[in-house]
């Protein structure tokens, strides 16, 4: 599920002009979405982590019902053939598990994160990465973005397979100029990409952070009370 973006504009737009509190441009608006998205995004993960924390609760369904439709399971991995690097997406937003395949005959095996410095720590047998205990670290590409290198490096037809979470895109209200008004462009705007069941948290987070742009603390502190509202009827 998703929500429209030009239905939260407009509701913003309705909210923060009914008392003439000032215009919110597509530029402005489009960064405010982006951060209001990734604010509430975030906040799931934080709110899975307070849920596994303490034992005595359960996880909330809904809550991961908003996490798994940006979940990712068993992508395989592009190899470098000369060190075993696998370059992730640039949209992961958490690496999961981490699979090799060294013997298609014997299936996957799990390989552990470990740091540079614990790479070669171990000169024992016993403990020492091999092909039933693969290790990986993490390396920052000059590109951009983040790899992994595995050990012992898979060479294909050797396969590596991620799980992972990606970050929502970029939500985008676009438009068209038409007598000096912009008018919305459904072909080429991105919808948020959260459930459904956030839109009054996008506008009412979005309008928080255009009350601070145009300097209407007034705007901002209401915004702030009606999101802690929705927070507290959620909980419930």
Known sequence: MSVNIDRVYQKVLALANKEQRGYITPQEFNLFADHAQMEIFEQYFYDLEQFERNPSSDVDDFLEQKISAFEKYDQVAVLSVDFGDVQLPSNVYKLGMVRVDYDTT???????????????????????????????????????????????????????????????????????????????????????????????????KILALAGVAIKDVQLAQVAAGKEASITQQQKQ
């Open 106 to 204: 014997s299936g996957f095996v799990p390989a552990e994160h470990v740091q540079l410095k614990e790479l070669h720590a171990s000169i024992s047998p016993l403990t020492k990465w091999n092909k039933s205990r693969p290790v990986y670290i993490m390396i920052s590409s000059s590109s951009g973005g983040s790899r992994l290198r595995v050990y012992p490096y898979p060479v294909p037809p050797e396969r590596v397979l991620l799980s992972y979470v990606l970050k929502p895109n970029k939500p985008n209200w676009a438009y068209v100029i038409s007598n000096e008004n912009a008018l919305y462009n459904s072909s080429n705007s991105i919808d948020f990409e959260l459930h459904s069941s956030e839109e009054n948290k996008l506008v009412i």
